[in-house]
Structures are given as C-alpha cells and as structure tokens.
C-alpha cells in the first residue's frame, strides 16, 4: 500500500500565499459592512468624534428606534415585503414560461420574438410615455404597479432561455410521446431542471423589488397606504440631512431629547441596515442552489 506523498515546500508556499490573499479579500469584504454595523449601534454624539472600526464604542439603539417611530414605516415594510414576494413569483414563473417558447426548435416565431425581446433592452419609451401607460391602464394609486410592470423582463427571460437551450430537447419529445401536453412539459420537467438559473433571476428580482422606491415616488406618493419601505427611508435620509423646513418637522416630531441623540451620519448607516439585512437572510437559502448550477455546468457535456 503506497502512502501518501508529501507536499513539497512549492505546495506549501502556495497555500500559504492562496490563504493569505483569500483573507485579505475577506477582511476588504467584510470591514465596511461590519463598520457600518458599528456606526448604526453607535451613540451619535460619539460618531462624531470618528475612530469606529468594527465595533461600537457606545453601544445604543437610539438609532434604529428613531427610525421604526416613524410614521407609516410599518405599512412601508409591509408592502414591501408584498410587492417583493408577489413581484418575485410572478415574475419568475412568466419569465420561465416566456423563456419555455422561445426555447423551443418548433417554435416558428422563435427568431422574430427573440430579435424585438432584445431591442427593448437598447430602447424604451421613457418617463413620461410609461407614466401615461400606467395611468391609461388605471394602475396608478394601486397595488399592482409594483407588480405588473416588470413581471416581463427581457434580460431575466434571455438568460433562462439560454439555460433551457443547454436542455436535450429530446427530453421534451419523449415527454410528449408518452402523451404528456406543453404544460405538462414545462411543470414537470422543465421547470425542475431549472430550478439553478430560477433560483438566480428570483434573486435578481427580489433585489429589485425590495430597493425599488422611485416607482412609488411616480405613482403611488399622495397614498400613504401604499407607500414602501424604501420610499419611507428615503424621507428619513432626505428630511435629516437637508437643513430644510422638513429636517426642522421632522425633529419636531420625533421631540428635542431623539433629536438630540441621534445624527444624520447615524440615521444614514442605520438604513443601510435595514435595507441590506433582509436581502443577507434570503441570500443564504439561495446559495446551495447557484452551487448546483455550477456543478450542473461543468458535468454538462
């Protein structure tokens, strides 16, 4: 039985120069996220005088109360949150279905489809013609024009169909000898197989949804109801760092002792946070399956 040769002094070096680079990529990485962790559960007062690192020298959460005492915050998570989990799947099973046609060789309008899907990556209407679509199509002051507008989106459906095309599309005609119909196709095979580059685009279109608040400022401002949280927290940035009659109401409303006690530098990193930390705890639960699209590309022959 042979042993195990060692590794040599060039192996070991190495590694120890692999090792010492991915730790420093990781301390690049991780130090601004931790520092604008710190400074977010910093006393204000404090943060001015600078020095944080990664951890807080006056540990408080003044911060973070002054801004979920604000008003309409609340129902701005909500529908927040809404909008991401409808806007998500919507647009991921429309954009796999679009992508499920163009994919297909015995699809006759294939090219033509194909060719004005991604002209409208290089053209588009512009602010004011989308703004007169969506009032003709009655979607402003509702809900759905978080929704509706970007359930289609042509660089989301190009890159499932380019996954699809990689497909044996014999799979398909052997599906549907045995009797299976289209959608029968789609829901049972094809939509399993591609569970990797899904996983993706739904990442993609999270993202989106949950920063989105320019939408809201166009078409949905004057209903309260319908606000979002990135729209409210805009207001908060905006209204503490402007020296403007809404940074004096919006002190007056939160009282002289939270005004006192918290700092436009703290309010900033303190909405970093709370934009930043839903996206970190989806992320996760969606990383095992770009490792499988990985493996899934390098076996594929």
Sequence with gaps: MMKGSRKGWDDRLFDLIN????????LVTLYPFLNVLAISLNESTDTVRGGITIFPREFTLANYQTIFEYDNLITGFINSTLRTVIGTVLGVV?????????????????KAFSTVLVLTLYFSGGLIPGYMLMRDLQLIDTFWVYVLPGMVNAFNIIIVRSFMDGLP??????????????????????????TPVLATIALFIAVGQWNSWFDTYLYNSSNPSLTTLQFELMKILQNTTMGSTDANAF?????????????PESIKMAISMVTIIPILLVYP?????????????????
């Design 19 to 26: 090792y010492s680079f991915l730790t420093v990529v990781l």
């Design 94 to 110: 429309s954009s796999a279905m679009v992508a499920f046609t163009l994919s297909r060789a015995d699809f006759q309008g294939r």
């Design 169 to 194: 599309f014999a799979l398909q005609e052997s599906a549907k000898m045995d009797g299976a119909n289209d959608f029968a196709i789609f829901w049972r095979i094809i939509l399993p197989l591609c």
């Design 251 to 263: 002190r007056d409303a939160q009282g002289q002792e939270a005004a006192s006690s918290v700092s």
């Design 285 to 301: 639960f969606l990383q095992r399956f770009f490792v499988q699209g990985m493996t899934l590309g390098a076996v594929k022959s």
